[in-house]
């Protein structure tokens, strides 16, 4: 038993360590309103690749009010400063029931992408960004 609670002790003390040390890489804040006609767009994936062929991305969800703050990975919260493509998304999720009694196992998830497809990939979604030293904020409203 004792050597559980030192085990467990151990554990935590070594996850409360990982990451002390890690320095920001240079990401500045972005954040992205994204509307459809006027309206805010909630549950939206935005992601930005980028132009430079560096490789760089970022990506976030919508809010309620259309807006995402973008994070480059789960520890660092923006992106680096360049120049982005703009790709958005939102995913439409409906549960397929079981078709037949014979079939029990048969349902799925069907998924739909609900904006027109052409702002899913950032070659043809006419969207850019230029994040500059201290970030950007941006509003795109997808005409469509």
Known sequence: MRYTIYAILAAG??????????????????????TQK?????GATVTVISSD?????????????GVAVLETS???KGTFPGEYGVAV???????????????PDAMGVEQNN??????GV????????TVGAKGATATFNLEE
Do not use: H, M, Q
């Open 13 to 34: 003390l070594s996850l409360s360590l990982i990451g002390c040390g890690e320095k920001n890489p240079g990401t500045v804040p972005v954040s992205i309103t994204i």
């Open 38 to 42: 006027g309206a805010p767009v909630s």
């Open 53 to 65: 062929g560096k490789g760089n991305t970022a990506g976030g969800l919508t809010n309620s009010s």
């Open 74 to 76: 789960s520890l660092w």
């Open 89 to 103: 998304k939102k995913w439409e999720r409906r549960f397929i029931p079981a078709s037949t009694p014979d079939e």
């Open 114 to 119: 609900v904006l027109p497809e052409k702002y």
């Open 122 to 129: 950032p070659s043809t979604s006419g969207l850019t960004l």
